[in-house]
């Protein structure tokens, strides 16, 4: 059974800096797609960043491009999240997804089959 582990969320002021990472078991983070999405207090879910191809191809939403980096670790099987220069309006929590293929839009919710518990981010 595919289970993700999100991991590295907490309280920080902005401008500061988190990294998330997301352990993954049951599922090989080199297989196809892994994605990050983050939902707000009455917004809906929103894609953040991806990593396709195997690991070859990453995609970052405009909202934080320059600011956060998605990449994996094969032999650790994580995909993290460094995010720098944090703001208040990244607070959200934070999710780890995955799936066995890409179909459709990284930034679709329904493109993604496997998705974490969360981990909360909190920009002060």
């Known amino acids: 059974q595919v289970q993700l582990v999100e991991s590295g969320g907490g309280s920080v002021q902005a401008g500061g800096s988190l990294r998330l990472a997301c352990a993954a078991s049951g599922y090989s983070v080199s297989t196809c797609c892994m994605a990050w999405f983050r939902q707000a207090p009455g917004k809906e879910c929103e894609g953040v960043a991806a990593i396709v191809a195997g690991g070859g191809r990453t995609y970052v939403a405009d909202s934080v491009k320059g600011r956060f980096t998605i990449s994996q670790d094969n032999a650790k099987n994580t995909v993290n999240l460094q995010m720098n220069d944090l703001k208040p309006e990244d607070t959200a929590m934070y999710y780890c997804?995955?799936?066995?293929?890409?179909?459709?839009?990284?930034?679709?919710?329904?493109?993604?089959?496997?998705w974490g518990q969360g981990t909360q981010v909190t920009v002060s």
């Open positions: 997804t995955a799936a066995d293929q890409y179909r459709g839009s990284w930034y679709d919710t329904k493109s993604w089959r496997y």
